[in-house]
């Protein structure tokens, strides 16, 4: 009896093997479940679901798109990275991920082996925006303003981990001035605030602000590109308007947990990049001040890389700002 007992370890492990390569081969069978880490209609959730809706051309089945938002984005992201590595649960996140390592004193995951990467998507600049009858007229004069009444100016933000926020710092840190943050429970609700001169001014992501910029909803001092946008022919870049030592972007990348079969990877990989060369998909990235990222960085090692890199960047940033969420 001995004997035969590993051969029919053997013989399981085999099938097992076999059902999981069948499984990878035969994906998507059913629907694709792409977790925003966000609240609706913000930055993070207009591009995942464009993206989504051209992968699921790709692939043949539906990606739905599920919002679980909260403590900046860790809700979402340990949503995932518990979940099966079976490809029909994945995460569209944006640097938070990143930041989070050091922002968050007990991450209930880990960023760099939790989750399996699938590709960067694209990033997005920031402008920073004021409500229309604030005083300032240009960067230079908000700068000034500023440093002035740090103590009555309110920045506004989307909370701890948000683009928002994580802006606003890096402002604090290179004007070496600090404001009045305000947070707020999403990108929206800050926004609204801002359109209605509730707070004073905010820095936020393209995807969020080009539109209402256009519209005189609010004021532009600038964005933080090298070149002038499109979208915003109007506002100057922040080295334009006289600032030049802070360079930010978010970035967005496209993740699944742990463990999931290599073929499946490559499966979602190749879906990406067809989605980021996808007419329309670019058509509305353009209109809301953005572009895909190039297919040499929608790959799982671009990401990776990318992620590695940026939780050694901010993690200064944050310690010298001395902010943390429990």
């Not at 990606?63 to 590595?85: D, K």
């Not at 890389?305 to 010298?320: C, G, T, Y």
Request: with cysteine; hydrophobic share 40%.
């Amino acid at each position: 009896m001995r004997t035969g007992f590993p051969t029919a370890v053997a013989i399981g492990a085999a099938l097992a093997l076999g059902i999981g390569s069948a499984s990878a081969q035969d994906y998507p069978s059913t629907t694709i479940t792409v977790v925003v880490p966000f609240s609706a209609g913000g930055p993070t959730d207009t591009v995942t679901r464009l993206v989504a809706e051209s992968m699921s051309r790709t692939l043949g089945q539906q990606m739905i798109v599920e919002n679980i938002g909260g403590a900046g984005g860790t809700l979402g992201a340990r949503r995932v990275a518990q979940a099966e590595p079976d490809g029909y649960t994945l995460l569209l996140h944006h640097i938070g991920m990143a930041t989070s390592v050091t922002l968050y004193r007990s991450l209930p995951y880990n960023p760099k082996t939790d989750f399996a990467p699938i590709g960067l998507v694209t990033e997005v600049p920031m402008t920073l925006v004021a409500r229309p009858d604030f005083p300032p007229e240009t960067l230079a004069d908000l700068v000034s303003y500023a440093k002035e009444n740090a103590e009555q100016v309110l920045y506004a933000h989307a909370g701890i981990g948000a683009a928002s926020q994580l802006c606003g710092m890096l402002l604090m840190q290179t004007l070496d001035t600090q404001f009045t943050t305000v947070p707020y429970k999403g990108t929206g609700p800050a926004m609204t605030d801002l359109m209605g001169a509730q707070v004073d001014f905010m820095c936020d992501q393209t995807t969020n602000t080009t539109n209402p910029i256009n519209a005189g909803s609010i004021k532009a001092y600038a964005v933080f590109t090298e070149e002038r946008l499109d979208a915003l022919p109007d506002v100057p870049t922040a080295t334009e308007a006289g600032l030049e030592d802070i360079e930010i972007g978010i970035w967005h990348g496209l993740y699944a947990p742990a463990g999931i079969p290599d073929e499946v990877v490559a499966k979602l990989s190749d879906a990406l990049q067809r989605a980021l060369a996808d007419e329309n998909v670019v058509q509305r990235f353009a209109e809301l001040g953005t572009a895909p990222v190039p297919p040499e960085a929608a790959t799982p090692q671009a990401l990776q890389d990318r992620l590695i890199s940026e939780i050694d960047r901010w993690k200064p940033v944050i310690e010298a700002a001395g902010v943390y969420a429990e």
